[in-house]
């Protein structure tokens, strides 16, 4: 836990503390940020280029609210995939988030994998502020169809070389947006490094490539579980455009021909494509934060000691409620059980009593029957009969709610029917 104690140690010295995660995709940031965020009575701003767009939560691995665990989390799914968010917007409504952030004296935590994002605000980019020329993009996107993305790169080395050093060749995007600049204000892409503003506290996740690629790769079957096709074809649905900054994703431009069966393309075929793909963008990923001076950097195991921690910090609070919630369920049981018993004891009152005034009857009727011929001799052994039958009857009846009714009235008529005979006989 000794990285806990130094954030903690930097927390004490900075003035605008800012914490920043970083690491490949599926490197384990956000389980990372989460336990440094409740730590450090922290909130988080996604640092990721796709995770600002809705509707694209699995492709782009969003955290989702109910994953959250009561951290505030900022810039996710803030904008409709046909809207283009640019840098030096990104840029603003980070800095706006770290001041609302700061005036509730809470620690802003920058997590996510677009290096370009990180450094615009840790090295306090100054980004210009040239809208996009929808015309112009379609244009140089129609010119990577045909004749690839290496042509546009081309145009990009001989209008700006110093931008297309910085930028990969494969990312078209970027590779666009520089051009666009350039065209735009006739100046080279420069994003120009001012003073920085914020303390900064950086920490790493460092793999061994062999290690990052096979969570890489359970990443993405995952992510075919949860429905990523379904996904894709939904915004395809929705009328949003292949060749959209958003639909370029990794995770929905290797979908879409699989959908449209461009390439006659099969669904392992089409895994493996995302896989490889999300393999080569992490390396990208690594060579970009390299890069930075001071990073903390963390080992697959000192990420394991963290998250054991973790663990055992839940299970303190956890077991505690499971001791005090089963102590609650046991009292209602309790509880219950003893009412239970309480409404089968006034039941079985009640048929015992309802049995023997059944059964008493019956004696009465077979005994006056038997032992009475004439008419006045027949009301009075009735009318003692009944007498006696109440008075045996409450007796029986309260004996008998211990013992099994269908027993009890065999006894009560037995009873019943001897009393009778003696007390006839006597009024002869």
Same mark, same amino acid.
């Given at each position: @836990?000794?990285?806990?104690?130094? $954030?903690?140690?930097?927390?004490?010295?900075?003035?605008?503390?800012?914490?920043?995660?970083?690491?490949?995709?599926?490197?384990?940031?956000?389980?990372? =940020?989460?336990?440094?965020?409740?730590?450090?009575?922290?909130?988080?701003?996604?640092?990721? =280029?796709?995770? !600002?767009?809705?509707?694209?939560?699995?492709?782009?691995? +969003?955290? @989702?609210? *109910?994953?959250? *665990?009561? #951290?505030?989390?900022?810039?996710?799914?803030?904008?409709?995939?046909?809207?283009?968010?640019?840098?030096?917007?990104?840029?603003?409504?980070?800095?706006?988030? %770290?001041?609302?952030?700061?005036?509730?004296?809470?620690?802003?935590?920058?997590?996510?994998?677009?290096?370009?994002?990180?450094?615009?605000?840790?090295?306090?980019?100054?980004?210009?502020?040239?809208?996009?020329?929808?015309? $112009?993009?379609?244009?140089?996107?129609?010119?990577?169809?045909?004749?690839?993305?290496?042509?546009?790169?081309?145009?990009?080395?001989?209008?700006?070389?110093?931008?297309?050093?910085?930028?990969?060749?494969?990312?078209?995007?970027?590779?666009?947006?520089?051009?666009? %600049?350039?065209?735009?204000?006739?100046?080279?892409?420069?994003?120009?490094?001012?003073?920085?503003?914020?303390?900064? /506290?950086?920490?790493?996740?460092?793999? &061994?490539? *062999?290690?990052?690629?096979?969570?890489?790769?359970?990443?993405?079957?995952?992510?075919?579980?949860?429905?990523?096709?379904?996904?894709?074809?939904?915004? $395809?649905?929705?009328?949003?455009?292949?060749?959209?900054?958003? +639909?370029?994703?990794?995770?929905?431009?290797?979908?879409?021909?699989?959908?449209?069966?461009?390439?006659?393309?099969? /669904?392992?075929?089409?895994? *493996? !494509?995302?896989?490889?793909?999300?393999?080569?963008?992490?390396?990208?990923? +690594?060579?970009? /934060?390299?890069?930075?001076?001071?990073?903390?950097? $963390?080992? &697959?195991?000192?990420? +394991?000691? %963290?998250?054991?921690?973790? !663990?055992?910090?839940?299970?303190?609070?956890?077991?505690?409620?499971?001791?005090?919630?089963?102590?609650? #369920?046991?009292?209602?049981?309790?509880?219950?059980?003893?009412?239970?018993?309480?409404?089968?004891?006034?039941?079985?009152?009640?048929?015992?009593?309802?049995?023997?005034?059944?059964?008493?009857?019956?004696?009465?009727?077979?005994? #006056?029957?038997?032992?009475?011929?004439?008419?006045?001799?027949?009301?009075?052994?009735?009318?003692?009969?009944?007498? %006696?039958?109440?008075? =045996?009857?409450?007796?029986?009846?309260?004996?008998?709610?211990?013992?099994?009714?269908?027993?009890? #009235?065999?006894?009560?008529?037995?009873?019943?029917?001897?009393?009778?005979?003696?007390?006839?006989?006597?009024?002869?």
């Amino acid at each position: @836990m000794e990285l806990l104690k130094d $954030l903690k140690s930097f927390l004490k010295k900075a003035n605008k503390p800012l914490v920043v995660i970083l690491g490949p995709t599926a490197s384990g940031k956000t389980a990372l =940020s989460l336990k440094v965020a409740k730590e450090l009575n922290g909130e988080i701003i996604s640092t990721d =280029s796709r995770q !600002i767009y809705k509707g694209m939560e699995i492709s782009t691995d +969003m955290i @989702m609210p *109910e994953h959250q *665990e009561g #951290v505030p989390h900022h810039l996710l799914g803030m904008t409709p995939p046909n809207k283009t968010i640019t840098l030096a917007e990104y840029k603003d409504l980070a800095l706006a988030a %770290i001041k609302d952030i700061y005036r509730r004296k809470k620690v802003p935590i920058l997590v996510g994998g677009t290096g370009l994002y990180i450094s615009a605000i840790i090295e306090n980019y100054d980004v210009p502020k040239i809208k996009p020329n929808n015309r $112009l993009r379609a244009k140089l996107q129609e010119e990577a169809n045909k004749k690839g993305v290496e042509a546009v790169y081309e145009r990009l080395i001989k209008l700006d070389p110093q931008a297309a050093k910085k930028i990969h060749p494969n990312n078209l995007r970027y590779v666009i947006r520089a051009i666009e %600049i350039n065209m735009a204000s006739g100046k080279n892409k420069q994003d120009k490094k001012a003073t920085p503003v914020f303390d900064v /506290f950086m920490v790493g996740i460092n793999w &061994p490539r *062999e290690k990052l690629y096979e969570r890489i790769n359970r990443r993405v079957d995952l992510q075919f579980e949860k429905g990523l096709i379904d996904e894709v074809k939904a915004l $395809l649905k929705k009328g949003y455009k292949e060749d959209l900054p958003s +639909m370029t994703s990794l995770g929905v431009k290797e979908i879409i021909p699989h959908i449209k069966n461009k390439h006659k393309m099969s /669904f392992p075929e089409t895994v *493996e !494509i995302l896989k490889r793909n999300i393999r080569h963008y992490a390396k990208r990923q +690594m060579t970009w /934060f390299r890069k930075y001076k001071d990073v903390h950097w $963390l080992n &697959p195991k000192e990420l +394991m000691e %963290i998250a054991k921690a973790e !663990i055992k910090e839940i299970k303190g609070k956890v077991e505690p409620a499971v001791v005090k919630a089963e102590k609650v #369920v046991v009292k209602e049981v309790k509880k219950v059980v003893k009412q239970a018993k309480k409404a089968i004891k006034i039941a079985e009152k009640k048929v015992v009593k309802k049995a023997v005034k059944k059964a008493a009857k019956k004696a009465v009727k077979k005994v #006056v029957a038997k032992k009475s011929t004439k008419k006045i001799v027949k009301k009075t052994v009735k009318k003692v009969a009944k007498k %006696i039958v109440k008075k =045996s009857a409450k007796k029986i009846a309260k004996k008998a709610v211990k013992k099994p009714a269908k027993k009890n #009235v065999k006894k009560v008529i037995k009873k019943v029917a001897k009393k009778p005979t003696k007390k006839s006989s006597k009024k002869r």
